[in-house]
């Protein structure tokens, strides 16, 4: 068994003209390795070397020394712009790159594009996404800033594609937050637009988890880009708590011109009620319950929130997982998610809330229910009886 699907052990018999057929293509691979490390070894960076790596990768991209030869016959073609070529680019009206040095970017295109037919096959093979993102990273150095701008912009416009195919896909998402870092890049900027892509990307995420509540990715992305917008916005104390908890803010009419938008703690919470065991939820859960923690408050999205108005959401936030915990009793990321508000609130007040009798309670059905961690739940439980 793997993944919930059943696997057979028995192995059906090759027949005698399947392993000759065999032998002779894994002949034929051994003969294009020969001929590829000669190419190399004889320092014949030509284009058919770069076609014999073309083919061999497509047989067996996870050959990270074959990524290395073809960079090594990249780097041998590619040619940087004189300074009077810069003078050209400068002088042009648009922002399209032009003629200049086409070889050059045509190389770049050209291979991007083969990536691309490799990545439809093997989108998790980190050779082939480490070989794209060295392409672009050597754009600059050859291209000009136009000319850059754009590749990285059609590689927005890629991964975006390729995320709505598999919006879990972790190596596109790691690979979109690299692609917007570089078109966030001064050298780059988009000047029409004049503020960063933060805002751009926090509505994404949105979308994204309104096709699947179920991504952690986008949650991870949503978390870390909410305090760079705040930030951005250079948002006020009362806007950050309405953001928060509140269905009406001028920060987000400011944002989106519509008074109405759902706070973190509604969009969350709509979320654990309609899957209350997805654990990607959760994780978000306990980074806004971040926020109620004098001792992460700082670097959460409303800072210099009262002492009372701590207390009260950490009680709210209990209340509404008390409700929820009565119609699933089985559920043990509520128990934790409790027991953490528990803690969190004792930290906070010096005291256990008034309904601290119930933690070993809850701490006895997460010893039940998730029996792997045992001994985690006993020394939480011994942790709860020292506070």
Not at 7 to 26: A, D, W
Not at 28 to 54: C, F, G, M, R, W
Not at 109 to 115: G, R
Not at 210 to 231: C, E, G, K, Y
């Amino acid at each position: 068994m793997s993944h919930g699907i059943p696997r057979s052990n028995e192995v059906e018999p090759r027949t005698e003209q399947v392993r000759q057929l065999e032998l002779k293509k894994i002949g034929e691979y051994k003969e294009l390795v020969d001929l590829v490390e000669a190419q190399i070894h004889d320092q014949k960076y030509t284009l058919e070397a770069l076609q014999l790596t073309s083919k061999l990768l497509t047989l067996n991209p996870e050959y990270y020394t074959i990524w290395n030869h073809r960079r090594r016959i990249l780097q041998h073609r590619f040619t940087p712009p004189s300074p009077r070529d810069i003078d050209l680019e400068e002088q042009r009206d648009d922002n399209s790159p032009g003629d200049l040095k086409k070889s050059t970017l045509d190389l770049i295109t050209s291979d991007l594009n083969f990536v691309f037919s490799l990545l439809r096959k093997f989108p998790k093979c980190y050779w082939i996404w480490n070989h794209r993102l060295w392409l672009l990273q050597q754009a600059p150095t050859y291209l000009p800033a136009p000319a850059v701008r754009k590749l990285w912009e059609g590689e927005l416009l890629l991964v975006g594609k390729m995320l709505s195919l598999d919006n879990r896909n972790f190596h596109g998402w790691g690979y979109r937050r690299i692609v917007v870092a570089a078109l966030d890049r001064p050298e780059l900027r988009d000047e029409s637009v004049g503020a960063s892509m933060v805002k751009d990307e926090f509505d994404y995420t949105t979308r994204m988890i309104r096709t699947s509540m179920s991504n952690f990715s986008a949650w991870h992305n949503r978390s870390v880009l909410i305090t760079r917008l705040l930030d951005e916005l250079a948002a006020s104390d009362d806007e950050r708590r309405r953001m928060l908890d509140e269905g009406t803010s001028p920060l987000h009419f400011r944002m989106t011109g519509k008074l109405m938008y759902q706070a973190e703690l509604i969009l969350i919470q709509e979320g654990l009620y309609t899957d209350s065991r997805d654990q990607s939820l959760w994780f978000y859960h306990q980074s806004l319950m971040c926020t109620f923690d004098p001792a992460f408050a700082s670097r959460s999205m409303a800072p210099n929130l009262s002492h009372y108005d701590r207390l009260f959401y950490i009680k709210s936030e209990t209340d509404k997982l008390l409700e929820m915990l009565d119609d699933d009793r089985d559920c043990k990321w509520i128990y934790q998610a409790l027991i953490q508000l528990a803690m969190l609130y004792r930290s906070t007040s010096g005291s256990w809330p008034v309904l601290a009798e119930s933690i070993s309670t809850w701490v006895a059905s997460l010893q039940a229910l998730d029996s792997l961690r045992h001994g985690r739940w006993a020394d939480l439980k011994q942790h709860v009886r020292a506070g």
